[in-house]
Structure formats: C-alpha cells, structure tokens
C-alpha cells in the first residue's frame, strides 16, 4: 500500500500563488518505469480533471493544457519515501477546486482510473 497525504491548499487572490505538496509513504512502486505521480482536480459539480504528472522514470512531466506555463509539477525521492510538489502561478478563479495527489504504474498519465493510490485532497480557493 501507498499512503499519500497533501498539504498546502488555502484561500488565495486571483493572480497569486500557492504550493501544494504530497508525500508518499509505504510500498514503492518508484523503479517501475512506468510510474507516475500526479495532480487531479474537481471543482463543484464538476468531473475531475487531470493537472499535471511526472513519470519517475526519465522525469517527464505532462500538464493540462489550461495551466500549462502557470503550474509547474517537481518531485523526488526521499528515504522510504517519495514527494511530489505542484507550484501554482497566477492562479485563476477557475483554478478553485479540491486537488488530488495520485500515484501508480500507469500506461497514461491523463486517466484518473488508471491510478490506484489517492491522497484526500486539499481545497484550493481563487478569489477576485
């Protein structure tokens, strides 16, 4: 088992910023070469929806095409353990959402059903 647990959401101007962290303990599943950490959203009745991911092999990172060039996904490894940070630039009011931390041995990194482990979200609010 994967325990994933984020922190860092909080109530932020339009045009600010914000770091979301999580941290990834138990199993590791980090040699796999398709491994993969990654943020998902879901705003009030809406579908969640993929952010931004990092394959740990190669360290490639994806991101959704509506916060491209404003959020940035970084990680690592530490003892036992890995971390997963997601940087938040001018951030928007249709960035308000509960965002999740994710990982697993995936063959795409945009499907939220291929993952098998999730964090419990961390509320992320935009206001004007």
């Known amino acids: 088992q994967v325990q994933l647990v984020e922190s860092g959401g909080g109530l932020v101007q339009a045009g600010g910023s914000l770091r979301l962290s999580c941290a990834a303990s138990?199993?590791?599943?980090?040699?796999?070469?398709?491994?993969?950490m990654g943020w998902f959203r879901q705003a009030p009745g809406k579908e969640r929806e993929f952010v931004a991911a990092l394959r740990w092999s190669g360290r490639t990172t994806y991101y959704a095409d509506s916060v491209k060039d404003r959020f940035t996904i970084s990680g690592g490894n530490a003892k036992n353990s890995q971390y997963l940070y997601l940087q938040m630039n001018n951030l928007k009011l249709e960035d308000t959402a509960v965002y999740y931390c994710a990982a697993g041995v995936v063959a795409d990194v945009y499907t939220d059903s291929l993952y098998d482990y999730w964090g419990q979200g961390t509320q992320v609010t935009v206001s004007s």
């Open positions: 138990g199993r590791t599943f980090s040699t796999f070469s398709n491994y993969a």
